[in-house]
Every structure is written in C-alpha cells, then in structure tokens.
C-alpha cells in the first residue's frame, strides 16, 4: 500500500501545529472536563493530539493508517507509558467497543471520500460512548460570517488544495455537506458541546 503522507510527515508539525495548540488544548480540556481516561485518537498523525492528552493525565491510543505519521508519532507522544500507536484503518480499526471512553477525530473526516467517512464516523459512535470530531464548519444558509471568517476560510483551501487532487475533492464533498454539523445533521447526533477556533474556521 501506497503511503500517501511520506512525503508530507516530515513537515507536517513545523507548518501546521502552530495553527493547531488551540484546538489540542481545547480537546484534552473537554474530555478531562468529562472524565475521560482513556482516549482514542483516530488519524493521530504525528501525534501532538495524544502527547497533549497523555500530558493531562489521560491513557492515549492513537491509530493512523500513515506508517510514516505513525513512526513521528512514536517519537513525538512517548510520555511515561501514557501513549500507545497503532497501524491500522480508521473505518476498520483493531479495536473493540468499550475499550476505550472516547474517540477523538481531529482534522481527519474531511478528507476521507463520503463513503469512507460514513464508516468511519458510524465506527466511532460503536466504539465509545463520547465522540469529540474537530473539523471545518461551514456557513448556514442565510448566514453570512464575519469578515475575518470568511479571510481564514479562503486560507484553509490552500493546504486543501495542496494535498492533492483526490484529498481536495473529498474536502470540497464535506463542506458542501455542511461541514462539520452536516456530517452530524445525517447522522441524527445531536452535539452537547460546541467550541469555535480559528476564526469559527474550525468546530469542535
């Protein structure tokens, strides 16, 4: 199997992470608000999301389909034996339900085809009992978001467009789906929770 993100782990943290402390602090602040202990992370990366969790505490399991995000994860996130790294398929993971207390999907779904999406986010709701999905929102019929929104959401399709011709459809499939509260609108989930960053750019 092709690794489609070789090429891409070896930059991934000193361009993007920066963008990302927010929203990692945010995720690991709501699941230790709830209680959460242990924590999965599907589509880990190069694990910065698991090293913070582990950091508040919390037992972290990543998984990412990526050998080469896996190897700087196991390198990044090795926090006093709080962090476990997993090959595997985020639609199909080596996991059983009740493992774990949470799933945690961050900046992953967007770029997954419909299809594939669908199965991943139907396997997270079978495997714990908390879902926490952080993604790109998109603006509601009839809403027009403020001017520094609209900027960082022009901003966000170039990285989209970058990572190349299949990655940047299925992201242009999810944001004419709703974004991140259409993929929660199909389902019929109805979120406890909502936080903005980045402008409203991203939704938690």
Do not use: W
């Not at 961050?106 to 079978?126: G, I, N, P, S, Y």
């Not at 998109?138 to 403020?146: F, I, K, L, S, Y």
């Amino acid at each position: 199997m092709q690794d489609e993100y070789r090429s891409i782990a070896p930059v991934y943290d000193p361009l993007l992470s920066p963008f990302f402390r927010g929203v990692r602090r945010g995720v690991a602040d709501y699941l230790a608000g709830i209680g959460a202990h242990r924590v999965l992370d599907l589509c880990c990366g190069t694990g910065e999301q698991i090293r913070v969790l582990a950091d508040r505490g919390m037992l972290a399991l990543g998984l990412d389909l990526s050998p080469a995000m896996l190897e700087k994860a196991k390198t990044r996130a090795r926090c006093n034996g709080r962090v476990a790294c997993l090959l595997g398929d985020a639609a199909n993971p080596p996991l059983k339900a009740g493992k774990v207390d949470a799933v945690v999907a961050c900046m992953a779904l967007h770029e997954m085809e419909q299809e594939v999406r669908d199965k991943a986010f139907a396997t997270m709701r079978k495997l714990a009992p908390v879902l926490v999905v952080v993604d790109y929102a998109a603006t509601r019929p009839g809403n027009r978001p403020p001017a520094g929104t609209l900027l960082a959401r022009r901003i966000c399709h170039i990285p989209e467009r970058l990572a190349g011709e299949r990655h940047y459809a299925a992201y242009k499939d999810f944001m004419a789906r709703g974004g991140v509260d259409g993929l929660f609108d199909e389902s019929g989930l109805k979120p406890s929770f909502r936080k903005d960053f980045l402008f409203a750019t991203l939704r938690l």
